[in-house]
């Protein structure tokens, strides 16, 4: 925009606002959530409000804050500001009466504006961040305006119309575009986490395609969903193990692998909530939606001995709430689990009303972490299929339904630490009921659902074991009694139950008078009730019977996933007292803090109604949440700095207008694209710019929050190793499936009472990209644990960005950048016909996208004659550092190596 | 001079340290833009890097997130040593002397103990287990130490006890996280990185917080406990290993000379320089920085970790062997390590959780084993520390994550084939040493049977809150913000506990 157009930019603003001024009357109105909260929040809140509140004031909610006070007046006289405790207690002459108390008074300007506001009548308001987003008024801004008329001008779009809105003010200046091929990196980084391909980058040097062109075969590119996947998977807390003591392997890679493949089909981000959510709530639920689900079940998992399953069951609960709050709201709960927010106008008990959303899942912390969603091999769909069918044609559809879904997830069921009125009988290492002989246990309130047959999951190890079910107790009725002898392994058997109606307590016994004393006669895992097939006398039934015993033997690959309780074990939630979940007080029902609004009474009372709350138009923080993230992640830093709060703690955002067009934008207009929202970015001038900076622009923003310049920061944990890979030829671009265990020094893994251990894998997996890395919690792959990738223990919104000389010896000494310099250095070897000048240059180009300078061509020319030398003289180390190369290969490594290092590479440009 | 005037006089001196080093830093910065690199690859070469960073506003920070800082008051102690015997030791075995608690031995355990209270693994009714280890008091102090460790047992005039400590964790990895972090659940920062985050460390040339296993297994948390949680990773504990590379990564690859890796890294910070001449940005000064420093680490870190040089007494003082994972390396490494200026030295020894389900996990034989390991080493340590003036400024703490129950284990409400006791919460004993402590005290008073503390009990909070002021810091006030609040490493507890300062 020249001089000219922004005058007559500005002059219209002013214009509007100067009308505005004399149609809504002389004295401006002051606005509570921008002018007065501010002032509450930081003098008077600590210790009125939350947890405090002195003299029996509080400023949090609107009710207490005009109540009565200790002295029985309120403190808040609407219109008159004079009789009003607060004004007076702000400018009292006696020290002990002035507020606040033993701290610096108020600003005359803070008084005065206090004084207007209660006067005006002291209307409460809400922050900024609860009130829903409104539609921008920014097109017909930029209409009336009259931008739009020529070259770069033209290109002017919203997001840069609303940054220069601010330069202006700051008297910023923006910076020039960035060179075509060093902007074509930063794109590609940003969007794949690989450097562009040669395909890419000749075609866009050559003019074949326009950068716009270039930015949407990034965003089609498979690449795109593996680099924004990670981002997702921090908040998720995805890892391959359990976390805490034991923390051994779990299944959870079907789960990265949905996200990845949602990023690819730019699964609308409303959907993509939902199904995390509450995808095994949505009416016949696929296999793709209930694998969703497991982004809730990467809670941590406690396997050690002696520890209660219901007190981690709880801790994962209240994980998933604090959770939920942080990636879709923006909101820290954790506070509000123990008392109600100081800052924030959420209560104590809203915390474990929204709990109650969560709290009637299935799991609970066993060790096998069933539900577990099972993924079926081709051949037993058919058998699936068979069993279902049969079951359909002799009992009906919700027989049928029951039934498919049991061998989906094998629920309803009921674990073995369950049990109680343990006689001659354990919990075998707090996981699994072990009966001695003669012992028995007791299942209390269990439904049976008047189930002809019992499935019992358990193992042992020796025979004869005569097992007893009655009702009630050691003289009631027999329900089912079989024989238990030798397994091998863990196997699921059917047993005939007897049907009974209604909740009743099962009374397990066993006898085997050649066991010895205390030994377990079997380990119990769980016991589910599921009717037998009917139709015996058919023709066909010993088919399907043998189809549903083979299903019943599945051990496949099977994923933690949420599935909801049936309502005869449905769970009650009461508020914790002081967070402490020994210490229940009152019952409370699912429902939604009262400051957010936006409930629909259409809504179920689950996690659906929930996800259905979080995605609608009305709900303030989710829009603004995802568009401040995916900005953070393009500009290193939100618009609302504070990525995880945007309370009344948070830093107030810098660009408001536009946060909020942006997020009404991706709501309505790109109807959650999550890639439309990117595209606006990455193609506005602003993200354009370059990044270079002078010391008298650093100085007036260091931390580039007003974007004078373009986005300047060091790749994360897995762009900097799977550039490495991509730029030296090894990066394997396999997708998808387990984990892989790329080379790691010895030694790394040492976990007490887990015989795992860090296989190395063979062949491409051990160049695979960094996100199918395996993630041991307590024990992340170190190089990625060095540039501040996380344990993924808990949620994370934003990755630290450090530099640290561990990071250095990565680089410089991990075998894995080794062998990419050694590869990257043969290449370039080969195509520059052994010459050391024009092999230097290429690979420079090659790594970084642009020519190199005489300087850095001389120093490393330098590096490399010295290289070049020593490995001359001295054979053996040739030998020892490069097996089978000539001194001037194994020189061009060194460069290589010494050129992977350069800060250059390792930074988005 | 009082001893007054004498901490202010220190405290200017500090000051002015700091201040002379930023001084020096700033100066370096706009004369050529790398710091240390300096002497080592280019000399001070003033004007060389002139225009654009002399504008610029840098802390010694912005370049070096480990640069030392003083703390908000003066601390007592510089460094800290941290021995943590993983599994938890029994207290009624080495501390806790419970005579009367011998006149219960095998008899069933009172209800009153058992009421309201869950084990880890005790069911039903257990039996009482007398103490099995002889007990005499030792010193002028008059402590109580048993027969299990009597080389401790003459240096016990040097450390004050913490005999009613309790925590709210029975289970290792909750507890022991607990116990380093503040917090049972994964996710925060341990008390080195806290320390390490608020100080900085003084030798640029080692990792600033140390941590040095033995026992032949890692913690049952895992890396967590000395994890960094949401501060920068840069805080992390740094485990330096007697086998393979004492650092990840440390050494050059086979073939690559010194020299040439010297070159490597002048050639690396040469373009760097004039990358930052073109764009300007001070990440790419400290990335120099920080090559350099990797740099001399390379040298620095296997000079330190290598016991081969020291003088034959040392090795027999400590019971050191060259090449062993073992404790007494560990603890002749940790004396090394903060005599260099390392801020932080986290000891971990597993071995400690003496169930009885086996000879090495028995409260009569494992136990005494395990104690013969640690005997030597650890008042060998206290000794030599004493003996350079360093004790003074280090402060020396020792425990495990809970206590042992005055009750046999019953694993299950089976009869255990060896004498054992279970993870127990009411009670344990720790001890300090050193900076700041109050040598010779006995704190903290427990009932007979050593089941519980009665008086001047202490928790994991009260530790962590003492631990923080030896160094200079008020607990409430040392935060950091995160997910939208500030944390502390003592959440919202914590009482100092003055009797143990010196």
């Known amino acids: 925009m020249n001089r000219n157009q922004l005058a ?52 949090l909610f609107e009710e207490e804050a005009f109540a009565p006070t200790e002295s029985g007046h309120p403190a808040i006289i609407p219109g008159d500001p004079n009789s009003s405790e607060l004004i007076k207690r702000l400018t009292h002459s006696d020290p002990e009466l002035r507020m606040p108390y033993q701290r610096p008074a108020l600003s005359e300007e803070e008084i005065e504006l206090l004084k207007t506001w209660i006067k005006q009548g002291a209307k409460w308001g809400k922050h900024w961040a609860y009130e829903p987003v409104k539609e921008p008024e920014i097109t017909s801004q930029i209409q009336s305006a009259g931008i739009g008329s020529t070259d770069r001008e033209a290109n002017l779009a919203p997001i840069d119309l609303l940054i220069r809105e601010k330069l202006t003010e700051k008297g910023m200046i923006p910076s020039m575009e960035e060179q075509p091929l060093r902007l074509l990196r930063r794109v590609a980084l940003d ?69 990845i493949r949602a990023f690819n089909d730019d699964k609308p981000f409303d959907e993509f909530t939902i199904e995390q959510l509450a995808g095994d709530l949505l009416p016949n639920p696929t296999q793709d939606q209930l694998t969703a689900t497991a982004f809730h079940r990467n809670t941590m998992n406690n396997d050690e001995g002696g520890t209660q399953d219901e007190e981690f069951r709880v801790a994962a609960l209240l994980d998933r709430v604090n959770t939920t709050y942080e990636v879709w709201q923006s909101t820290t709960m954790a506070c509000v689990q123990c008392h109600s927010h100081t800052y924030d106008p959420i209560r104590h008990e809203e915390y474990y009303q929204s709990a109650a959303f969560f709290n009637n899942t299935r799991d609970e912390d066993t060790h096998d972490e069933e539900p577990r969603l099972r993924f079926y091999e081709e051949a037993q769909q058919g058998q699936i299929e068979a069993v279902l069918n049969w079951t359909k044609a002799q ?83 027999v329900l089912a009694s079989f024989v238990i002898n030798k397994t091998e392994g863990e196997i699921v058997r059917q047993i005939p139950f007897k049907p009974v109606s209604g909740k009743v307590n099962l009374y397990f016994e066993a006898k085997n008078p050649s066991a010895k004393p205390q030994q377990n006669t079997s380990a119990i895992v769980w016991f589910a009730f599921v009717p037998s097939l009917k139709g015996k006398d058919k023709p066909g039934f010993a088919q399907v019977q043998n189809s549903w015993e083979e299903l019943l033997k599945f051990r496949g690959t099977r994923l933690p996933i949420l599935i909801e309780n049936p309502p005869y074990m449905s769970r009650t939630t009461q508020v914790f007292e002081r967070g402490n979940w020994m210490v229940p007080g009152d019952q409370v029902k699912p429902k939604t803090p009262a400051e957010f609004g936006g409930w629909q009474e259409k809504w179920p009372a ?38 995880e709060d945007m309370g009344s703690q948070s830093d107030p955002p810098t660009h408001p207008e536009l946060l909020d067009y942006l997020a009404w934008k991706t709501m309505n207009d790109y109807d959650w694209s999550i890639k439309s ?55 394997s671009r396999k997708m998808y499936g387990p984990g892989v265990k790329p080379p790691q020094p010895e030694g790394i893994w040492q976990t007490v009472y887990n015989g795992e251990s860090w296989t190395e894998s063979e062949g491409e997996d051990r160049y695979r990209r960094g996100i199918y890395t395996f993630l041991k919690r307590t024990s992340p792959y170190p190089s990625f644990i060095s540039f501040d990738a996380g344990s993924r223990e808990v949620c994370l919104s934003k990755r630290l960005v450090t530099n640290t000389p561990l990071q250095a010896l990565v680089t410089l000494n991990d ?52 290289a070049k030398t020593e490995f001359t003289q001295d054979p053996k180390a040739l030998e020892e550092f490069y097996p089978g190369a000539k001194p001037e290969e194994a020189a061009m490594a060194v460069v290589a190596n010494a050129m992977m290092n350069l800060d250059e590479f390792l930074t988005k440009p | 001079m009082n001893s007054l005037e004498k901490l202010f006089a220190e405290l200017a001196v500090q000051k002015l340290q700091h201040q002379t080093r930023r001084h020096f830093l700033m100066d370096c910065v706009s004369k050529m833009g790398g710091l240390a690199m300096a002497p080592l690859l280019f000399g001070c070469e003033p004007g060389k890097l002139s225009k654009s960073t002399s504008g610029l506003q840098l802390s010694e920070r912005d370049l070096n997130p480990l640069a030392p800082l003083p703390p908000p008051f003066l601390g007592k102690a510089k460094s800290i040593i941290y021995l943590h015997m993983a599994g938890a030791p029994s207290q009624l075995e080495l501390f806790d002397y419970k005579p009367e608690l011998a006149k219960y031995h095998d008899q069933a355990c009172p209800e009153s103990l058992l009421e309201g209270r869950k084990f880890a693994f005790i069911r039903g009714v257990p039996k009482m287990l007398g103490p099995q280890a002889k007990f005499s008091q030792h010193g002028e102090s008059g402590a109580w130490v048993s027969d299990y460790l009597p080389h401790f047992a003459k240096v016990a005039d040097e450390v004050a006890f913490l005999k009613a400590m309790h925590t709210d964790q029975f289970n290792h990895g909750p507890a022991q996280l607990f116990m380093q972090t503040g917090s049972a659940r994964l996710g925060r920062p341990s008390l080195g990185s806290w320390v390490t985050y608020g100080l900085g460390t003084e030798n640029q040339n080692l990792p600033g917080f140390v941590v040095l296993t033995s026992g032949g297994k890692t913690p049952d948390a895992g890396k967590s406990v000395w994890g960094s949680g949401f501060l920068p990773s840069v805080y992390q504990g740094v485990q330096c290993r007697s086998k393979g590379d004492p650092v990840l990564y440390l050494e050059d690859p086979s073939g690559m000379s010194r020299d040439l890796k010297k070159n490597v890294i002048s050639a690396i910070n040469q373009a760097n320089q004039e990358d930052f001449e073109t764009f300007g940005d001070p990440e790419i000064l400290s990335r120099i920085n920080q090559y350099e420093m990797a740099y001399r680490m390379q040298i620095e870190v296997p000079e330190v970790m290598n016991i081969n040089d020291e003088p034959e007494y040392m090795h027999e003082l400590y019971g050191t062997k060259s090449g062993e994972e073992s404790f007494a390396n560990n603890c002749l490494l940790a004396r090394k390590l903060v005599e260099k200026g390392v801020r932080v030295v986290q000891l971990y020894d597993w071995g400690w959780d003496t169930h009885g389900t086996d000879h090495d996990g028995s409260i009569d034989m494992g136990l005494r084993n395990k104690c013969r390991e640690i005997d030597r080493p650890m008042a060998a340590l206290l000794l030599d520390l004493k003996q350079r003036g360093l004790l003074e400024e280090t402060l020396v703490v020792w425990g495990g994550e809970f206590g042992r129950t005055p009750m046999q284990e019953n694993r299950e409400g089976k009869q255990m084939g060896f004498l054992g006791r279970d993870h127990h919460v009411d009670a344990f004993t720790m001890w ?45 006030k040392f935060t950091y913000d995160f997910q939208g609040r500030p944390f502390r490493l003592t959440d919202v507890h914590g009482e100092l506990i003055h009797s143990v300062l010196a």
């Open chain 1, 8 to 59: 007559i930019l500005l002059s219209l603003l002013i214009g509007i606002s100067v009308i505005g001024f004399f149609f809504f009357g002389r004295e401006k109105e002051v606005d509570y959530s921008s002018e007065i909260k501010p002032i509450l929040n930081k003098h008077c809140i600590t210790c009125h409000g939350g947890v405090k509140k002195s003299g029996g004031f509080s400023l």
């Open chain 1, 191 to 259: 969007l794949t986490g690989l450097p562009p391909s040669d395909s890419l980058v000749s075609d866009f040097s050559a003019g074949k395609i326009t950068y716009e062109q270039a930015v949407d075969q990034l965003l089609s590119s498979p690449a795109y969903g593996e680099k924004w996947a990670a981002w997702w998977l921090d908040l998720a807390r995805y890892a391959d193990t359990k976390g805490y003591e034991r923390d051994v392997s779990r299944t959870m890679w079907p789960y990265r692998d949905w996200v």
């Open chain 1, 395 to 477: 009992e009906g559809e919700k027989a049928a339904k029951i039934r498919g879904d049991f061998l989906k997830f094998f629920e309803p069921k009921y674990a073995a630490h369950l049990a109680t009125d343990f006689n001659k009988a354990e919990l075998i290492d707090t996981k699994w009921l072990g009966l001695w002989p003669g012992g028995s246990a007791v299942y209390k309130n269990i439904d049976t659902q008047g189930s002809d047959q019992m499935l019992l999951d358990y193992w042992t190890g020796i025979n004869g074991t005569q097992m007893t079910i009655r009702k009630d107790g050691p003289e009631g009725e």
């Open chain 1, 606 to 643: 689950n996690r659906l109604g929930f996800a259905y709350w979080l995605t609608s138009a009305e709900n303030p923080l989710t829009s603004r949440t995802l568009v401040n993230r995916i900005w953070d992640q393009l500009f290193g830093r939100g618009i609302v700095r504070t990525l």
């Open chain 1, 677 to 731: 929202l990117i595209r606006e970015i990455v193609t506005s001038q602003t993200y354009k710019q370059s990044s270079a900076i002078s010391a008298e622009a650093y100085r007036q923003d260091p931390d580039n929050q007003w974007y004078a310049r373009g986005p300047r920061f060091r790749l994360s944990a897995e762009q900097v190793r799977d550039q490495a890979l991509a730029v030296s030829g090894l990066l």
């Open chain 1, 815 to 866: 075998p894995v950048y080794l062998e990419a310099a050694k590869n990257l250095g043969k290449k370039t070897w080969e195509k520059s016909s052994g010459n050391a000048e024009r092999a230097i240059s290429q690979a420079y180009e090659q790594l970084v996208l642009s020519p190199i300078s005489e300087g850095k061509k001389k120093t490393l020319l330098e590096l490399y004659a010295s």
């Open chain 2, 432 to 476: 300090m040493a050193g900076g700041g402590v109050k040598k010779g005290t006995s704190y903290g008073i427990t009932d007979d049977f050593g089941f519980a503390g009665v008086d001047e009990r202490v928790s994991v909070h009260d530790l962590h809150a003492t631990i923080l002021h030896l160094m200079g810091f008020d607990h409430e």
